[in-house]
């Protein structure tokens, strides 16, 4: 049974006797040893972190719970949050589990089906704006400053205080720290998270080492590695496409501190990536999640030894809150016949001769 990231790493989370220990049960993700693509790049230690077997399919549930219990826990009467697609996704579904009317904020036409899809199942009440993801969340901002309304954006500091936990499970699962951690950068709380992280278990004893981090932006949505706010940031992958991070400043450390990288990708890069994933490992995830493979390619094609080194890439969400991407980037292989056995002969067997 999936005991959820409250319990199981209650001594490292902002908890209270009157904190109340609840669970979708998200975290205790799968870390899966790559088993093609890590060969053919020359890295033989590599692993994905499936993300999107969160309960709604992307990590934003480990900040969540804890942003929702510490909500309860201060008698907030609702949550709102701007969203890309995917906070809003979770916020909806522990609102919903909590009874906690929950107001998301979405630039219109910019979230992926899925993901709004989520939101109206479970519940929420969506507020389209008219603008992109930073204008969504200057309004949560302001309005939540003003009203009795909890705001459940990674600007929340509990937020990143349970994203921090998928980092205590690579290292649960690893032994120690990996020597490279590879993830995607949008408004960079993760990439934060992670790196509290490492740091809180290496200063536990848990872990001897530190990684590398390693972010990527998308080329068109790269505001870190330009150096200044991106008005109009442009990329396939939504849940990446911020213009002003509001983790810029820790995405900073966590690349100083660990000698990382922030570095970007193209979508073409991205998408290349996503294929990849799914064709030859069997993971079907975000295109934003697969900024974090791409950007491994990157570096592996610009020179960087991967040999000997254990790598961690993380893959954020599920490639199920995307469809449309997935069948307009992808060619099937796909085929109408006749329904007999001759006809499923002739087209399988070709496969296989
Ligand atoms: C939120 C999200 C990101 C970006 O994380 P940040 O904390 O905003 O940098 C990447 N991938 C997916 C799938 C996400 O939902």
Not at 168 to 174: A, G, K, Q, R
């Amino acid at each position: 049974m999936g005991i959820g990231v409250l319990r199981k790493y209650e001594e490292f989370l902002p908890l209270t006797e009157a904190t109340p220990v609840l669970s979708l049960g998200e975290g205790d993700t799968p870390l899966v040893k790559s088993n093609r693509l890590g060969r053919e790049l020359g890295c033989d230690d590599l692993y994905f972190k499936l993300e999107g077997c969160n309960p709604t399919g992307s990590f934003k549930d480990r900040g969540m719970v804890v942003a929702i219990a510490k909500a309860l826990e201060h008698n907030s009467r609702a949550v709102m949050c701007a969203s890309t697609g995917n906070t809003s996704a979770s916020a909806a579904a522990y609102g919903a589990y909590c009874d906690l009317p929950t107001y998301v904020l979405i630039p219109k036409g910019e979230v992926a089906m899925g993901k709004l899809a989520q939101a109206m199942a479970y519940g929420a009440q969506i507020i389209m704006i008219d603008g992109n993801f930073d204008a969504a969340l200057a309004l949560a901002r302001e309005f939540t400053s003003k009203h009795e309304v909890t705001l459940v954006n990674s600007v929340n500091p509990h937020r990143l205080e349970g994203q921090k936990t998928a980092a205590f499970e690579i290292v649960d699962d690893l032994g120690d720290a990996p020597d490279y951690l590879f993830i995607p950068v949008g408004n960079a709380g993760n990439i934060t998270a992670y790196w509290r992280g490492f740091r809180e278990y290496q200063q536990a004893g848990r872990a001897t080492q530190l990684p590398r981090m390693m972010g990527f932006q998308a080329a068109g949505a790269a505001p870190i590695v330009s150096g200044s706010p991106v008005a109009n940031p442009q990329t396939i992958a939504s849940a990446i496409r911020i213009g002003n991070p509001a983790g810029w400043q820790g995405a900073l450390e966590a690349r100083d501190d660990s000698g990382g990288v922030i570095d970007m990708v193209s979508d073409d890069e991205i998408l290349e990536a996503y294929r990849l994933l799914a064709s030859h490992e069997g993971i079907f995830c975000e295109p934003a999640s697969a900024a974090a493979f791409a950007g491994l390619v990157k570096m592996r094609q610009g020179g960087l030894d991967l040999s000997g080194q254990r790598i961690v890439c993380i893959a954020t969400g599920n490639g199920l809150k995307d469809p449309d991407l997935a069948v307009s980037s992808v060619v099937a292989k796909t085929t109408e016949i006749e329904p007999t056995i001759e006809a499923v002969e002739a087209v399988a067997l070709a496969m296989i001769r």
